[in-house]
């Protein structure tokens, strides 16, 4: 029987995106195919080292993870029955593992599913509701080239990027360190957000809220 290994589940508010602040289980898997870090690299867009354990994990079947998600919500909203059930599919890079099945399954038990992905693997046409891409790799290398939205992180002296996905929004987010937001780097997000006003300001609120 398949299974999945899975870091870790947990109840909070999306802190970044078009949906921040919405109720969601994160649902994060265990292993990644890039390497974030400061300095650019082949598996690395520079500017920011990784803040996310993805390494450890324990294997779960389909079944048992909708389970231990569905109680994860019930334990976290109160709420068993209510209609805007949300679990978002994170990692490491959760299109490696997250499939067609598990998905069903997860709709099923009345889950809106939503992914964040690095956009290097295609996950379009597994049924996911929302897809948020935050590229890790050169333009030329992403392979998921819709989206719901594409967000980027950027540094001092990073500029703009010129997306290969193609997204209903554009969101540039200004690095932190650790918990703290980069007040330079917000300051140069909120520079090109005003030079270029296709692209919106987005942030890691939920650190800012000190949730997880």
């Not at 870090?37 to 994990?57: L, N, Q």
């Not at 976290?76 to 990692?91: Q, R, Y």
């Not at 590229?135 to 967000?151: F, G, M, N, S």
């Amino acid at each position: 029987m398949k299974s999945y290994k899975v870091n870790e589940w947990f109840y909070s508010l999306q802190g970044e995106g078009m949906r921040a602040g919405t109720a969601n289980v994160f649902l994060r898997f265990t292993g990644c195919n890039m390497r974030c870090a400061k300095e650019a690299g082949p598996k690395s867009p520079g500017g920011f080292d990784c803040d996310t354990e993805f390494e450890s994990g324990n294997r779960h079947t389909a079944e048992e993870i909708v389970d231990l998600v569905d109680k994860c919500w019930s334990e976290g909203s109160g709420n068993p029955e209510s209609d805007n059930k949300a679990v978002i599919c994170t990692g490491g890079e959760p299109g490696i593992q997250l499939d067609k099945r598990l998905i069903e399954l997860l709709k099923e038990r009345g889950f809106y599913v939503a992914i964040e992905t690095n956009g290097s693997i295609d996950v379009r046409g597994r049924g996911i509701d929302w897809i948020t891409v935050s590229p890790k790799v050169a333009e030329h290398a992403v392979r998921c080239e819709t989206a719901d939205e594409v967000k980027y992180v950027r540094g001092v002296g990073q500029a703009v990027p010129k997306p290969k996905c193609k997204a209903d929004h554009q969101l540039l987010s200004p690095a932190f360190n650790g918990l703290t937001l980069d007040q330079e780097s917000l300051r140069w997000c909120i520079e090109l957000v005003e030079q270029n006003p296709e692209w919106r300001l987005c942030a890691q609120l939920h650190k800012v809220w000190n949730r997880r």
